[in-house]
């Protein structure tokens, strides 16, 4: 190795080593005070291990965890469904037929997206009130499809402008309707991009704070962030080992879905679709 | 037999677009045969490919009506059926192939969206068929990603026969292949064409796969039909000054220039090159008192000559030996004359005569002057 190639790896190994620590330090630090039976412990020097916190979310009632986690499961699944299936159809649609305002109408679901949260929750939290809907699953799964749908759909649309369009042309010919060249040809084809879009869906849903917090009011409609946000010791502090343990479970269905997603979310799917 | 007679009626397409209306075709009016191999062959963005999809009803057309037999398939109207009501098949240049099926899967796929899907073991039986028919009987669990060009090619072929349609729509089929490959899946497309009597039409840029493929060609240009006829009657009488230049390779020697009257002989003066028309020509040219022509000669019918009468000279410029002949190359001020021959040429310069049976006379307007 020459001199320029040993400071390169080394520097590629320094900045791997950085982001690794930035990204994994606050977990790693989470889980260890999860597992502390006191959060001060650095200061005290004094600590046992063991696994009570994570017993006490699972089972102490009054913190209603696992209502939280069901809430945010519930919400988050039917939102990812029902944003991938419009958004799916949308970007076919968009990138595969000829209309009017066919350009024109990605960029304006794309400028939706860039009102802020805040400045439509009040109007939101209005009409929910009136409709009755405050403090259900609906009040949040409404916002979060019309929060997701863009960026499900760039990135459905970004997908399916890639598989070529002889594919399409070949189907019909071959006598398939347009239903089925869309879950026959194209949908399989789209796969990864479908399955990306539709995690980040989940993910942004399940982690979202803001339409969570103002558009419910207790365990039965409440998500995972804001029921983790009010848990309250019985005295009025803050119960680290418990937020922790709450903070930990709340990752793993996240974790399992990357997990069984990354398998389908890879390239090189269209190889042999025409000459490359 | 299944063949199917298309006639096509002033048949029209335009496309409106923010800079206003494009006119892709014009008025086209044309038969084809039943079992016939009919090439469509033009330049790049002449429309040949447009006409393809119509024929194939990937389009709707924006004016004239077209015909499956007596059946009228589509009109500007509002009549238009889809291209599996009008029994197409059709292979793309790209191949086309569905990349996440197996090439019995690829094959099989038009069978399952017959109205009476046929059983598992007929469908197999079908595939089974058409893959011996094109020798890829061996790849049938592969994925199109796992084949050569030529096998997907034929994949793709497979897939357009093995439903037995009225007509094959092929659409640049070999244009990606090698040129060896290329050679040998012309003669066997021919093979094939021949066998399974289908009418098939055939979009190319390529002169040589229409004068080698087709029974009869059409030539398009800017969305206008130039010349329908076969490869012969097409090479031997182009009806144009295009058409003339787009078949035959090298192209035909074009030279422009006024007539001259000299000594009871015609001479055309093309700028600074002075030609002898043979008499015989020059007595059929002379009653129509024409004063500007182009004279087109195929390299193949400038004769070189050593002795008797010459009707040009020519320097010589570039010679490239191409094997079994000759070209030698003579560059002039409305571009280069190509002069094919057997044996090489001695000296710098050529002395040739033209036949007066293989001589194009076109008018100013580029039009085909006839004697």
């Given amino acids: 190795m020459t001199r320029e190639e040993i400071i390169r790896s080394c520097l590629i190994f320094a900045t791997g080593l950085f982001l690794l620590a930035f990204t994994l330090g606050p977990f790693i630090w989470m889980i260890w005070i999860s597992l502390a039976d006191r959060a001060d412990f650095l200061v005290t020097g004094q600590v046992e291990y063991s696994l009570s916190n994570y017993r006490q979310v699972l089972t102490a009632h009054s913190l209603h965890f696992l209502d939280y986690l069901s809430n945010s499961l519930w919400i988050s699944t039917i939102t990812a469904i029902i944003v991938t299936l419009f958004s799916s159809m949308a970007a076919y649609a968009v990138s595969r037929m000829r209309f009017p305002g066919r350009s024109v109408v990605p960029l304006l679901i794309l400028a939706m997206s860039m009102f802020p949260q805040i400045s439509i929750v009040g109007y939101l939290f209005e009409m929910f009130s009136k409709a009755g809907l405050i403090n259900s699953h609906m009040a949040l799964i409404l916002p979060y499809i019309a929060w997701t749908i863009p960026i499900a759909l760039w990135i459905n649309m970004s997908y399916f402008t890639q598989i070529p369009l002889d594919l399409d042309k070949a189907a019909l010919v071959d006598g398939a309707s347009r239903m089925k060249v869309l879950y026959k040809i194209i949908f399989p084809l789209a796969l990864p991009g479908i399955f990306s879009s539709a995690l980040l869906v989940f993910i942004a849903c399940f982690n979202e704070f803001l339409f969570a917090i103002m558009l419910t009011i207790d365990y039965t409609a409440q998500t995972l962030p804001v029921g983790i946000a009010l848990f309250q010791g019985l005295h009025g502090e803050i119960p680290w080992g418990n937020l922790m343990a709450a903070s930990a479970i709340a990752s793993v269905p996240l974790v399992i879905l990357t997990l069984i997603f990354q398998r389908y979310i890879v390239a090189g799917l269209m190889g042999g679709a025409v000459k490359g | ?371």
């Avoid at chain 2, 086209?28 to 447009?50: A, M, Q, R, W």
């Fill in chain 2, 1 to 371: 037999m299944n063949a199917t007679k298309i006639t096509i009626k002033s048949l029209a397409k335009s496309f409106v677009t923010f800079r206003g209306k494009v006119d892709v075709l014009k008025s086209i009016d044309l038969e084809i045969e039943p079992g016939e191999f009919f090439v469509l062959l033009g330049p790049s963005g002449c429309g040949k490919s447009t006409l393809l999809n119509l024929l194939a009803g990937l389009e709707k057309p924006s004016g004239g009506e077209l015909y499956f037999d007596q059946e009228l398939v589509a009109d500007s109207v509002g009549k238009f059926s889809g291209p599996f009501e009008r029994d197409i098949s059709m292979v793309f240049q790209s191949y086309a192939l569905y990349p996440h099926m197996t090439v019995e899967g690829n094959i099989a796929f038009p069978l399952t969206n017959l109205p009476q899907v046929p059983s598992p073991k007929v469908m197999q039986a079908k595939v089974k068929e058409a893959a011996t028919l094109l020798q890829i009987d061996h790849l049938l669990d592969r994925k199109p990603a796992e084949l050569s060009g030529g096998q997907r090619q034929r994949v793709a072929i497979g897939r357009a026969i093995v439903r037995n349609p009225k007509v094959c729509l092929m659409d640049e089929p070999l244009s990606n292949l090698d040129a060896k490959l290329r050679n040998e899946m012309r003669a066997h497309l021919k093979d094939l064409q021949k066998k399974l009597g289908v009418t098939t039409i055939y979009v190319t840029h390529d002169q040589l796969e229409a004068m080698t493929l087709g029974h009869r060609i059409a030539i398009m240009n800017n969305g206008v039909l130039q010349q329908v006829g076969t490869p012969v009657e097409i090479y031997r009488a182009p009806i144009n000054q295009f058409v003339a230049r787009f078949i035959g390779s090298p192209t035909m020697n074009m030279l422009t220039g006024d007539l001259n009257e000299e000594n009871g002989s015609l001479y055309l003066q093309a700028d600074t090159l002075k030609i002898k028309l043979p008499t015989e020509t020059a007595c059929k040219l002379k009653p129509k008192n024409l004063k500007k022509i182009t004279l087109g000669v195929r390299p193949e019918r400038l004769y070189v000559i050593t002795e008797g009468e010459q009707n040009l000279a020519l320097p010589v410029n570039v010679i490239e030996n191409v094997g079994p002949e000759f070209l030698i190359y003579s560059f002039h001020k409305q571009g280069q004359i190509v002069v094919r021959t057997p044996d090489e040429p001695v000296g710098d310069s050529l002395c040739l005569a033209l036949d007066a049976g293989h001589l194009h006379l076109f008018d100013d307007q580029g039009a085909r002057i006839n004697l």
